[in-house]
């Protein structure tokens, strides 16, 4: 991770069934160009992880978070 000075996730699940997740990606200010991000929600269920979202961005730039609310 040469190019990356920070990286950070989160998911809260609120008691209405609300899942929110937030990531951010911190490169080096005039060293990283490009950041991209990518987060996938999953549910364990019936012995198995399965997919319920996916979320995803990217700029040309040294900084990037998504911030993402799903039904679960």
């Not at 911190?26 to 269920?45: C, F, H, M, P, R």
């Amino acid at each position: 991770m040469k190019y990356t000075a920070r990286a950070s996730t989160n998911l809260i699940i609120d008691s209405k069934g609300n899942a929110t997740v937030t990531a951010s990606i911190d490169g080096y200010k005039g060293i990283t160009n490009k950041v991209s991000v990518n987060a996938e929600l999953q549910q364990y269920k019936n012995g198995k992880w399965t997919k319920v979202k996916s979320f995803s961005d990217s700029d040309n730039s040294h900084r990037i978070r998504i911030y993402e609310t799903t039904k679960v």
